[in-house]
């Protein structure tokens, strides 16, 4: 019994391999649970009647796809890059533009209440609108597929923004208020000092699920709309039959859609600089 | 002054090392005000600077109704006080103060500085919020920066950078000056918010509970520079807190204000404690525990207040009586005897009185101020007591009242400092040698301006020869901390009622120089006091409780009891202590620490014999002379009616005859105190005229009839004599 007080842990040596290296271990979950959702779908899709390809079949099929990404044979024969990238040009345009315009619109909705009561109502019922439902609106007055998508992305993305923002301008903390009224700062100082540091957190969370939003809805609209970009590569896929095709292009979707909320959280931290209470 | 700037936290961060030969070329300053102008031009100093003018404060509620949160609220504050408002939470201060700073704008009234109307918020009124509200997303330096860049454009930028980097300086925060709010404790955030209200120089200081949220250490730290920097530029601060002993540390005065709703100003306190003061050395001023008492008496009347809003006092009437449920106040000193004694030998349930509280109070104000606001169905009263309340002496409201019996005579005594002795002062002309011989003003403590302790020692004093407006301090301090002041070296003297004359010559801090034998034998010392309007109600329960404290005042009489009487008294309940230390004046020979004979224990006690307990109308006038001589209040040109209304014989007679008491009603002989001058009852000017020493006389008739009822709210006392 004696020697169980001195006796060391008898803990693996991968236990404690991980105790050293909690990234590691929390990568090495993943990895692990990664490969079981693979391994799974490679066994649901392995009888030849299968609808789908598993994953094996899915690399063999698009292998020239995934080596070469930066080919462009004209029209809308182009690398996946070049179509992520369309979407992306789509996206930024779009989205800078709702940034712009929501904050704007957010911070004057926050600043009166009145304005909060006139608009809110119908920000609450817009909202809900599916992006793709303004696409034919859209096109019906822009009568143009490249701006309609656009304005599909800014639509989809500024209510979060608007909401947000108007939300920080409202839950500015009375003592800050206090502060400017008690310096008598102008309404310029008061914007600069004061309301807006104060509800660039607020911002950024309605630019974040903005952005999510909109990369959403881009997908959806160039299937609609054609041409170069990743939505309209999935749909030319779907009618060719190309199924190894849309699933490749599904995980970049989905890779490209995470680095697009790890940026805006990355912008929003820069911004912040650790000054957040 | 050198200990405030030793503990000056600018003193530690920019010392030069040691070894460095070369010294620093801007050496911080440690108070730059003076460098640019003086904002106070000293021609201001004594008028009125803020005033607060009637204001009430009211909020309208969700269902139509409204809420009145403050009302009628005065207050005149001087260029340079430091205020204090106190009191309970949700009692309004916060909102007051936000009127003076304009970020709330009263119902009714207004607010004025500097004879001109607060209407919005402004940087001549700062405010040092409570949580700090700094802007977490600037540095020290740009917080501090914001409020000077925008409240002093007229300055160049250099000036204002220079500014800056002083209140950087002010506050000892060099070393952060770059970091963020969340960087720093709690006691350096208030510090920067200390330093940003103070470099754009207010008017007016404005701080909402500024070191609520601090740890203990921090906040004395924060507390004694700040007022270190009040003193140094002469800032007038208006400042709310709870914390009392920091109210009485930084004021000149303190407001207090009732609970809510309609808060009004309760007290308004005045520190006499001279500057610079010292946290470590405020405790030891002889008024430092009066002043703290009386704040926290006030803020637990006010707690009793809501308690007593909540449950209704009923009156349980019974026995024929039209309440036996009675609360009786009563200071801890030998002569509580009578109310003892009724209450523990059963006197109040022999006369029907079955449910008497016996109400231990701080002091002789609570008294006042508990049989006033009706807290207290009555007490045990100095004998001045309901006279000056009747008249409102010393500008307090008038409260008709009733002493329809004497409850003791005698029992004070004036007690000095050993040291006295020692230097042979043995009588009164010695005494008056040393005093206007002394290299300061002498202290001397009393317990309230209407005690015949306060009375007797000014007749005592200025028939030696001591003015005792001007040749001494008269101190207003609770009996019971007297020996502590006495021992402290903060007094040099006292004249107190047992046993705490006798406990400091037991002690050996003290010796008597005097007692009541020596000066005015027989005087009446406590009586009981009601008020008039309760009395009307409660004629029967009055009567009854007058005999059964007679019946107690004979008991203790009894010289077989009288150690029995001193077990009563030592309970912890009551006097809480040794027995023994009761006996010597009260069961057993006196002994004054001089070896000179002061009368047996049964004179210096009287309860009952030679007509102890009539309230006669001789005394009470001289009692009237005396308050008047020292300009209390004007002499009462209608000084009979006053007597008639206040001191009862009739009441008294009337339970005397019940208690088969032959009645005998004193006359109105005249008397004289020791030093000879014969007081005649019919010629009560003359009397007074013929005195050398006293305030000028002025003679004045006192409404009687159109006196107010009392209402709840305590009004305004002031404290000295």
């Known amino acids: 019994m004696a020697s169980s007080t001195y006796r060391r842990s008898r803990s693996n040596p991968v236990e404690q391999f991980f105790k050293k290296f909690p990234q590691l271990r929390r990568f090495a979950t993943s990895a692990i649970a990664l490969l079981l959702v693979l391994t799974i779908w490679q066994i649901l899709c392995a009888s030849p009647e299968s609808n789908l390809p598993g994953p094996v079949t899915v690399v063999q099929d698009t292998w020239e796809l995934i080596i070469n990404p930066f080919f462009d044979n004209g029209g809308t024969d182009k690398g996946l890059f070049w179509q992520i990238i369309a979407s992306l040009q789509r996206v930024a345009v779009g989205f800078t533009a709702a940034a712009i315009v929501g904050i704007s619109l957010g911070i004057l909705v926050g600043s009166s209440a009145l304005v909060y009561d006139a608009l809110d109502p119908i920000f609450q019922v817009l909202r809900t609108v599916p992006p793709l439902a303004w696409l034919p609106i859209s096109l019906a007055a822009l009568q143009d597929s490249e701006p309609s998508a656009i304005f599909v992305i800014f639509i989809t993305a500024i209510w979060p923004v608007i909401i947000n923002t108007a939300m920080g301008v409202q839950q500015l903390p009375q003592d800050y208020k206090n502060v400017s009224r008690v310096l008598q700062l102008s309404r310029w100082q008061y914007f600069t000092n004061i309301l807006f540091p104060a509800t660039v957190p607020y911002v950024f969370t309605g630019l974040r699920i903005g952005i999510g939003l909109s990369w959403l809805a881009i997908v959806a609209a160039e299937m609609l709309i054609g041409g170069v970009g990743i939505g309209f590569f999935i749909w030319d896929a779907w009618n060719s039959s190309l199924i190894s095709e849309i699933i490749l292009a599904l995980l970049y979707v989905g890779l490209v859609g995470l680095l697009l909320d790890k940026f805006i959280a990355f912008l929003g931290s820069l911004v912040l600089r650790g000054t957040q209470s | 002054m050198t200990v405030g700037h030793n503990n000056h936290p600018s003193h530690r961060f920019p010392a ?149 980097e002083e209140h950087i300086d002010l506050v000892g925060l060099r070393r952060a000056a770059d970091k963020y709010p969340h960087e720093l404790s709690g006691g350096m955030k208030q510090r920067v918010a200390i330093a940003r209200a103070l470099a754009i120089r207010p008017k007016v200081l404005l701080l909402d509970e500024p070191f609520g949220a601090l740890d203990a250490l921090t906040r004395g730290n924060l507390q004694e520079q700040l007022m270190q920097i009040c003193q140094d530029h002469h800032v007038t601060a208006i400042m709310v807190t709870h914390d009392v002993d920091e109210a009485l540390l930084l004021s000149d005065r303190v407001v207090m204000l009732t609970n809510g709703p309609e808060a009004h100003i309760g007290q308004i306190l005045d520190i006499p404690i001279a500057r610079p003061r010292h946290r470590l050395e405020m405790v030891k001023h002889p008024a430092y525990y009066g002043l703290r008492n009386e704040i926290i008496y006030f803020l637990n009347q006010q707690k009793r207040a809501k308690k007593h809003k909540v449950q209704p006092r009923v009156a349980v009437a019974r026995n024929g009586l039209e309440k036996v449920n009675l609360d009786l106040g009563f200071i801890p000193l030998t002569d509580c005897a009578p109310l003892v004694v009724a209450q523990e030998k059963g006197f109040f349930q022999q006369f029907g009185l079955e449910q008497v509280n016996l109400s231990r109070e701080a002091s002789w104000k609570a008294v006042a101020q508990g049989v006033r606001e009706g807290r207290l169905d009555g007490a045990q009263m100095v004998a ?105 070296g903060t007094i040099d003297g006292y004249c107190v009622g047992s046993p705490w004359h ?62 029995e009487v001193a077990t009563l008294l030592a309970q912890p309940q009551y006097l809480d202590m040794e027995m023994a230390r009761l006996v010597p004046g009260f069961a057993g020979d006196y002994d004054g620490g001089t070896g000179v004979e002061h009368g047996s224990a049964m004179a210096f006690h009287r309860f009952h014999s030679d007509r102890a307990n009539a309230p006669g109308r001789a005394e009470g006038l001289w009692i009237l002379t005396q308050m008047a001589r020292w300009g209390m209040n004007p002499f009462p040109k209608n000084w009979v009616e006053v007597l008639e209304r206040v001191r009862r014989l009739d009441l008294y007679g009337e339970a005397a005859r019940q208690m088969g008491w032959p009645v005998q009603e004193p006359g109105l002989s005249a008397f004289h105190l020791f030093d000879g001058v014969v007081f005649d009852p019919n010629h009560p000017v003359e009397y007074l005229q013929q005195f050398p020493i006293g305030q000028p006389l002025r003679i004045e008739e006192v409404n009687l009839e159109d006196v107010a009822p009392p209402d709840a709210a305590a009004p305004p006392l002031s404290l000295v004599a």
């Open chain 2, 384 to 488: 001045g007591m309901p006279l000056a309340m009747t008249i409102g002496s010393n500008g307090q409201p008038q409260t008709p009242m009733v002493a329809a019996m004497i409850l003791s005579r005698n029992g004070n005594a004036i007690t000095l400092g050993r040291s006295l002795q020692q230097t042979g002062v043995r009588n009164l002309a010695d005494f008056t040698q040393w005093v206007l011989n002394a290299p300061r003003k002498p202290t001397l403590g009393v317990v309230h301006p209407a005690s015949m302790q306060n009375l007797m020692l000014r007749y005592w004093l200025a028939a030696g020869g001591i003015n005792p407006d001007l040749d001494v301090n008269l101190m207003v301090i609770p009996p019971v901390q007297m020996m502590a002041s006495l021992k402290a």
């Open chain 2, 502 to 563: 006798s406990l400091a010559v037991q002690d050996d801090l003290g010796f008597t120089i005097a007692t009541d034998l020596d000066i005015w034998p027989g005087h009446p010392e406590k009586v009981l006091g009601m008020r008039e309007d309760w009395v009307e109600k409660h004629p029967q329960t009055h009567l009854a409780l007058i005999k059964a404290l007679m019946a107690a005042c004979e008991y203790c009489d009894d010289p077989r009891n009288r150690q």
């Open chain 2, 16 to 164: 030069p090392a040691a070894h460095s030969p070369k010294p620093k070329i801007a050496t911080p300053q440690v108070f730059p005000f003076r460098s640019h102008r003086s904002p106070f031009p000293p021609l201001l100093a004594m008028s009125v600077y803020v005033e607060i003018d009637h204001v009430d404060k009211i909020f309208p509620l969700a269902d139509g109704g409204e809420y009145i949160a403050l009302k009628n609220i005065e207050l005149k504050i001087k260029q340079g006080e430091f205020i204090s408002l106190i009191g309970h939470s949700g009692c309004g201060k916060s909102t007051l103060l936000n009127i003076v700073a304009g970020l709330d704008r009263p119902s009714r009234g207004g607010a004025i500085l500097e004879g001109r109307e607060i209407r919005k918020p402004g940087p001549d009124r700062m405010v040092v919020f409570q949580n700090y509200s700094l802007l977490p997303w600037k540095t020290v330096r740009e917080n501090i920066g914001l409020a000077v860049h925008t409240a002093l454009t007229q300055l160049s930028l250099g000036e204002r950078k220079a500014t800056i």
